[in-house]
């Protein structure tokens, strides 16, 4: 085990990491928020013109223009997440997330469903935001500036943290990825499909789709692993190192999520055998509680801060 079997570095290994993200995000998450602001803005003012400003909410705007949903779901009081909109209309998550993406369901309940959202947006829609909707009026270009910038700001709000988590991991990757050239490591295009053991000794690659067995499925179903390295010292058929991505700005979200390691490690050794290992290669915020559990689960972890820890897999 390179951390898993040692707990009394765990406070300040911990605490390390906690200043590392922190670090990392005072810098970028400002300018991160702007840039998503600015974008998000734009949408807002698109769709407020294409709403007639909220005059003409109704299933023929929706379906020729989905994607505004998301404007509309921060426009009620309180705004709505998807889920819950779904759950307030009847309807399949899977109707409000691909409206959210451009894809209007097809099938003959499809002018139901619309209406349906529609109905419900009305009903909540912040008035105070939209003050001449109860004046009948024409809105000021005060007005009209006043209500995107606060729609934009909720939902800027729920954007930017998803935005703030990709980047951040995507940065792990890229520091796992320099640490492994320097040491004549090549990356390659995963090989999704193929077996994991014909991996060329001294490569590695991101992402990989591996194949499970499912207890629930018939047939075998796909997991991604972050990080995929057959060392140098790798023979043909050797099963290469498997690495995890995990980062977090907080405490509670680690915990909560947790058991998704565990689950994924146990899925890969029932399909591998019990020699098949996961590696985490952690920043953040994992506090003692989050650590005991992984290595009672059989994890065994990296910090970031400490990346050298990397040569005791064998790299």
């Avoid at 109860?134 to 606060?150: K, M, N």
Wanted: hydrophobic share 40%.
């Amino acid at each position: 085990m390179i951390n898993a079997d040692r707990p009394h570095l765990w406070k300040q290994d911990v605490a390390a990491s906690v200043d590392l993200f922190n670090a990392w995000f005072m810098r970028f998450a400002p300018q991160a928020y702007r840039d998503t602001r600015a974008i998000t803005t734009s949408a807002v003012k698109e769709a407020l013109h294409l709403l007639n400003d909220m005059r003409d909410l109704n299933p023929a705007v929706l379906k020729a223009y989905p994607t505004i949903l998301p404007t509309l779901r921060m426009s009620t009081a309180p705004p709505i997440a998807r889920d819950r909109l779904s759950g307030l209309a009847y309807l399949p998550n899977t109707v409000v997330n691909g409206l959210e993406k451009g894809k209007v369901p097809r099938g003959a309940g499809v002018e139901t469903s619309l209406s349906s959202i529609c109905e419900i947006i009305s009903t909540l829609l912040d008035r105070d935001i939209f003050p001449w909707l109860a004046a009948s009026t024409t809105p000021t270009d005060a007005e009209r500036f006043r209500a995107s910038t606060i729609v934009a700001d909720r939902l800027c709000g729920s954007q930017a943290n998803p935005l703030i988590r990709n980047a951040q991991e995507q940065r792990q990757l890229e520091l796992i990825e320099q640490f492994l050239v320097r040491r004549g490591y090549r990356r390659q295009a995963p090989a999704h499909g193929t077996p994991l053991t014909n991996m060329e000794a001294g490569t590695f690659t991101f992402r990989w789709n591996i194949p499970i067995r499912s207890e629930a499925r018939e047939k075998s179903v796909n997991i991604p692993i972050d990080v995929v390295i057959q060392p140098k010292s790798g023979r043909p058929g050797d099963f290469p190192i498997l690495i995890e991505a995990k980062s977090a700005g907080d405490f509670t979200n680690t915990n909560k999520r947790r058991k998704e390691e565990a689950t994924k490690i146990r899925q890969l050794q029932a399909t591998y055998g019990e020699d098949v290992h996961l590696t985490l290669f952690l920043c953040g915020y994992f506090d003692s509680g989050y650590l005991g559990y992984e290595a009672a689960e059989g994890l065994d972890w990296v910090w970031e801060h400490r990346i050298d820890d990397l040569l005791q897999l064998g790299i």
